[in-house]
């Protein structure tokens, strides 16, 4: 799943809670460094523990969801 090429390439991601027209198009190397840019640039968590998010490859339309601990950072496939 990760690609270690350093190429950037277009994700479209969303907290899987809520509507892909909420989605932010990001340029990331992989899809777990999309999901945590993501994460990173919300300003209002609430009071969860965890997020989940949908990372989509604009350029291929594939999926993969995360799930990521707020306060330790790690970021794990959605069960």
């Known amino acids: 799943m990760n690609q270690i090429s350093g190429e950037t390439r277009q994700f479209s991601v969303r ?14 190397v992989s899809f777990e460094a999309a999901a945590v840019a993501y994460v990173e640039d919300l300003h209002a968590l609430g009071d969860e523990p965890d ?18 601990d707020l306060e330790s950072g790690e970021t794990t496939p959605c069960g």
Do not use: N
């Open 15 to 28: 907290a899987r809670h809520v509507d892909a027209h909420h989605a932010r198009v990001l340029e990331e």
């Open 51 to 68: 997020i989940s998010v949908i990372v989509r490859e604009v350029g291929t339309g594939r999926e993969h969801c995360f799930r990521i």
